[in-house]
């Protein structure tokens, strides 16, 4: 979202800081990208630890908001749960070196210093006093109903759990998923009996058009019947169609029968993706709809929470790519820990973490307005 700021001081500043995220974070340093005094965004990343290289994560922190468009100055605000210690010579603010670091570095780049503040649990100060002081939470207003984005009051993981599933539709789903594969593999085998449940049937016709049936999912991301579920999962456990589902839901239908007739005349013959298919992987070319991720994201939340165990590897990691391309970095990760809790050497899962480690972002996310978490 773009805001156009209208605060007096630094106290309302910090009342939008959660609109302009879109939560309210916690144990973060979160960086607003401006332009002149309009703000584009949030990018969040977690506080360095102690074993952290300072430089690199400064450096990689800086370049990151650099790449926001027309960016020409930059604010800091930390948040955590520290305590600011009282020495002799004053308040020391948490994070101090940090953020020293970042205001350094942003400034050798050019960058105009909007603020630098810090909000602990006993108060918020600003990084730029002389003799920081502590004021009171009370005096940060809520931002304007105008301003946010839904509900702001949860942190930077709140909305990554899983939907509850019981355990019946869970049994349902993998009742359905045992006999698709069954139906399949008679199809493949030339031997149908014809005693074959008829809802698996049904799936089976679904994945005669794997582009197609991909499409009609997001008309009702969240009430997939079993058997639709059990053939969404088939499609994800195997690289190519998942990859044909993350490509296609990220654009449109038409790139998606492109991604499949290219994956498949790969997988026969060593063809080589064209670019422009590949790199929508890579988070690269034009801005994904938001809207049209959001209800993929909910389709592939959805199965994970009702497949069998060691079906969920596949719809976790399709749904942290999607969480990835839509700017939330740490809804992906917290997907990719559910896999490895499963799969630990599960390979696209594996990628994304490698990605994700590298503060590697969809280039879409660095449009100005957008907000990277």
């Not at 304007?144 to 942190?155: E, K, L, T, V």
């Not at 991909?214 to 639709?228: G, K, Q, R, V």
């Amino acid at each position: 979202m773009t805001t156009v700021l209208t605060a007096s001081g630094s106290a309302e500043f910090l009342g939008l800081v959660p609109a302009l995220a879109g939560f309210t974070p916690h144990e973060s340093i979160v960086l607003l990208p401006f332009r002149g005094k309009r703000a584009h965004g949030a990018m969040r990343l977690d506080l360095p630890s102690d074993d952290v290289d300072l430089d690199r994560y400064v450096e990689t922190a800086i370049a990151l908001v650099s790449r926001v468009t027309a960016t020409d100055a930059v604010a800091v605000v930390v948040y955590t749960d520290e305590r600011a210690l009282a020495t002799r010579d004053g308040l020391v603010l948490p994070a101090a070196v940090a953020v020293d670091d970042l205001l350094d570095c942003a400034e050798d780049v050019g960058l105009r210093i909007v603020d630098a503040l810090c909000v602990t649990p006993e108060g918020w100060a600003s990084y730029l006093d002389a003799e920081p002081a502590l004021a009171p939470l009370g005096d940060i207003p809520a931002p304007p109903a105008a301003a946010r984005p839904g509900d702001i009051a949860g942190d930077q993981l709140a909305g990554a759990e899983l939907p509850r599933i019981d355990l019946a539709e869970k049994e349902r789903v993998g009742t359905a998923l045992r006999g698709l594969n069954e139906v399949l593999a008679h199809d493949a085998a030339g031997r149908l009996t014809g005693g074959e449940h008829p809802q698996a049937l049904a799936a089976a016709v679904l994945l005669d058009d794997i582009p197609a049936f991909f499409e009609m999912l997001l008309a009702e991301p969240d009430t997939l019947p079993p058997f639709a579920t059990a053939a969404l999962l088939w499609c994800l456990d195997r690289p190519i169609f998942r990859d044909v589902a993350l490509t296609q839901w990220a654009t449109d239908v038409g790139h998606g029968i492109g991604i499949l007739e290219a994956q498949l005349a790969y997988s026969h013959s060593g063809t080589a993706i064209p670019d422009d298919l590949g790199a929508v992987f890579l988070g690269q070319g034009p801005k994904p709809d938001p809207a049209r991720l959001g209800r993929a994201l909910t389709i592939a939340r959805h199965a994970a929470a009702r497949a069998p165990r060691d079906s969920r590897p596949g719809p976790l990691t399709a749904a942290a790519w999607l969480s990835w391309a839509l700017g939330r970095s740490s809804h992906a990760a917290h997907y990719l820990d559910l896999v490895r809790e499963i799969d630990p050497e599960y390979g696209l899962a594996a990628l994304l973490s490698s990605m994700i480690s590298a503060a590697m972002l969809p280039a879409w996310a660095f449009q100005r307005g957008e907000a990277v978490t």
